[in-house]
């Protein structure tokens, strides 16, 4: 495998401290984990900042939500829509310590949200902490920011559009004006009493989507598809494996989702769960999935090849000719698309990324279209990676784009990094959905690149060394790792990381 596109092209944003800098007006599109970091940096760097949430409380994805949708493969469009993909007895899959954003400690010492808000109180001190310690970090981050005030929450983004012509302009106290396009917003708010609310709009200098991508389904349809008699769903509505009790289970996908999902309906009482994927083998490593070491899936559990097709009286033929009879449900564990609803309205969508295969294009380092850089941009894209501090690095450097602190390159030369990176992946025989994966080095040297761009210095080597230390122990003890003392894999990168939580922990309380 070559080198990454991120260590070899040359094409890159230049950092300055420019004492003419700029405080634009910017929209942020959800108050998840990305748009709080988001919000936060915006914020910092002196920019007026108004954050749109469909919800009625902040944390995306990690508020757990027990109903399901009226669809269990999420493919009616018309369908009732949950944002949440979260499931009751789901445990992080990575330490709290990497997991936390740069500045805000997330390991076991944290005690909650620093007020006396006894709703926002530490539940759970495991280093894989359950999802609700996790939406209470995030409450706490907001708290300590103070960013719920900017907050319109009960507020969906129904349509963005670039005014043609236009250009931003920083705010009354300076002179400075930026031949950058600005947004028309439309938001709805749920709150309003009014049946068939009428729509806002309102006008600002920069837009960043920070809406998740943990919430389209994205589901195969395999020969037979539409005569299985079984149930099918989708790991999106998955809540509890009581539902599977005396089930034979076919689960499809084996990423850490499946893999997880698998293990918890068969412990939890499924007649039989068989693992089913497209492939066994990493094509980025060549090496073979997490958990397939010794410490795998438990007997009962049979990893199986690709479905084949499925059979009207409830069997499931599998590539290689298994064929596995009475079959009671499959689940898809297949993963998400990427959706913007907001920009599919939109005259100009066409022109400002397109989605294909889960590849979102074009896009300059994965956050934003050449053509409208930096005003639009699209934080949290990546994925199989550490997302809190991604998400923070990201936000940063668009932040500081904004300010004018940070340079990009034309838009000549953003498009061909953008080929090229699509030429290197063609030349490592990777796939188009893989555009925006960025596991492993290539997170590290991605991160990386973020850090500098924004004028900052490396990133602490703790993380990344957390970070795959934590795949180690996956593969030595996939039923057990998340309660496996993980200072048998990474000692020094724990006192590390314990080091800089206090020295944080010290700052903050001389404030």
Not at 94 to 120: I, W
Not at 279 to 302: H, R
Not at 437 to 461: I, V
Request: hydrophobic fraction near 35%.
């Amino acid at each position: 495998m070559t080198a990454s596109p991120t260590k070899t092209l040359s094409t890159s944003s230049s950092y300055s401290e420019s004492s003419t800098l700029s405080s634009l007006s910017v929209a942020v599109i959800g108050a998840g984990a990305a748009g709080l970091a988001a919000a936060r940096e915006l914020l910092s760097e002196g920019h007026r900042v108004a954050v749109f949430e469909q919800g009625n409380r902040i944390g995306g994805i990690w508020v757990y939500e027990e109903s399901v949708e009226d669809d269990l493969l999420g493919m009616n469009p018309l369908r009732k829509r949950l944002h949440s993909s979260m499931y009751a007895g789901l445990r992080t899959n990575l330490p709290r310590e990497v997991m936390g954003y740069l500045d805000f400690p997330f390991d076991t010492q944290f005690s909650g949200a620093p007020s006396k808000n006894t709703s926002s109180v530490s539940v759970d001190s495991r280093r894989f902490c359950s999802h609700q310690e996790v939406l209470l970090y995030l409450e706490a981050f907001a708290e300590k920011f103070d960013l719920n005030r900017w907050i319109r929450f009960s507020t969906s983004v129904v349509k963005v559009d670039p005014i043609v012509g236009s250009s931003c302009s920083s705010d009354d106290d300076t002179t400075t004006s930026l031949s950058w396009p600005c947004w028309r917003v439309s938001t709805s708010s749920s709150s309003n009493s009014t049946a068939g609310s009428l729509l806002v709009e309102e006008e600002f200098d920069a837009v960043l989507v920070c809406n998740g991508h943990y919430s389209e389904p994205r589901v195969p349809r395999f020969p037979g598809f539409d005569i299985f008699p079984g149930l099918q769903t989708h790991s999106h509505n998955y809540r509890r494996p009581e539902e599977f009790i005396g089930k034979k289970v076919v689960l499809v996908g084996a990423a850490f989702s499946g893999m997880d999902i698998a293990q918890e309906i068969y412990d939890g009482g499924a007649t039989a769960v068989y693992l089913s994927a497209r492939e066994w083998e990493d094509p980025t490593t060549g090496e073979a999935p997490d958990g397939s070491g010794s410490g795998a899936q438990a007997p009962a559990i049979q990893r199986v090849r690709n479905i084949e097709k499925l059979g009207a009286d409830g069997s499931v033929f599998f590539e290689g000719g298994l064929k596995i009879e009475n079959v009671d449900v499959i689940m898809y564990a297949t993963g998400y698309v990427y959706r913007f609803p907001f920009l599919e309205g939109s005259k100009e969508a066409k022109r400002i990324v397109d989605v294909d295969d889960n590849r979102v294009g074009p896009l300059y380092k994965h956050v934003v279209p050449p053509k409208f850089s930096p005003t639009l941009a699209f934080i949290g894209l990546p994925w199989k990676v550490v997302p809190f501090p991604q998400f923070q690095l990201q936000s940063r450097w668009i932040a500081r784009c904004l300010s004018g602190k940070v340079k990009l390159p034309n838009s000549e030369e953003m498009l061909l990094e953008v080929e090229n990176y699509y030429k290197w992946m063609e030349e490592e025989n990777l796939p188009k959905r893989y555009t925006h994966r960025a596991a492993g080095e290539l997170q590290k040297s991605y991160n990386l690149w973020l850090s500098h761009a924004c004028g900052d210095g490396d990133l602490p080597e703790w993380r990344h060394e957390l970070y795959m230390a934590t795949g180690k122990a996956r593969r030595a003890n996939s039923l057990a790792f998340r309660d496996t003392p993980m200072e048998e894999f990474a000692e020094e990168a724990l006192k590390a990381a314990a080091e800089e939580a206090a020295a944080l922990r010290r700052v903050t309380a001389e404030v």
